[in-house]
């Protein structure tokens, strides 16, 4: 494993625990060439992903994309890390099950949607604000409506 900080070829591994959710390996590393000290995660790929834009450009699925989003829609919401890792491990998971090496992005949007309605509704319409591209606050109290409606 290359260093991050001086790109140094050779770390070593000082320590190998599971993650608390089983689905990761974390290792602590350390560079005998700048003695700095860095964090990896080892986890199981079932299959090659590729996301298919709505405009049909292809790009690799990258799940620290995924993550960044469902933490950015979850700032400062009172839900754990730790359960917010595993509902990012569960949609990969999906994805990698599915069959299909070519997800659509939408596909991988409404997996999003629907993980985050369940999680924290602020959070839901955070995302939805963005991934359904309100446009003004119209369309804030007509997504918030809906959301009312299926409450009862």
Known sequence: ??????????TQVKDSRP????????????????GARFTTFERIQLRELTVVKKDGQR?????????????????????????IERVVNGIVRRLESSGESEIPATA????????????DQVAYVRFASVYRNFRDAAD?????????DTKD
């Not at 494993?1 to 050779?10: N, Q, T, V, Y």
């Not at 993650?19 to 700048?34: V, Y």
């Not at 620290?64 to 890390?81: G, Y």
């Not at 804030?140 to 009312?148: A, H, I, M, S, T």
């Open 108 to 119: 991988i949007g409404e997996l999003v949607m629907e993980a985050l309605k369940n999680l």
């Open 19 to 34: 993650t608390e959710d089983n689905s990761a390996i974390r290792r602590r590393r350390f560079c005998p060439n700048c």
């Open 140 to 148: 804030f109290e007509d997504f918030v409506g809906k959301l009312g």
């Open 59 to 83: 790009e690799p699925f990258d799940r620290e994309k995924l993550a960044r989003s469902m933490f950015t829609a979850l700032r400062k919401r009172p839900v754990d890390n730790e359960r």
């Open 1 to 10: 494993m290359r260093c991050p900080f001086c790109g140094h070829d050779d």
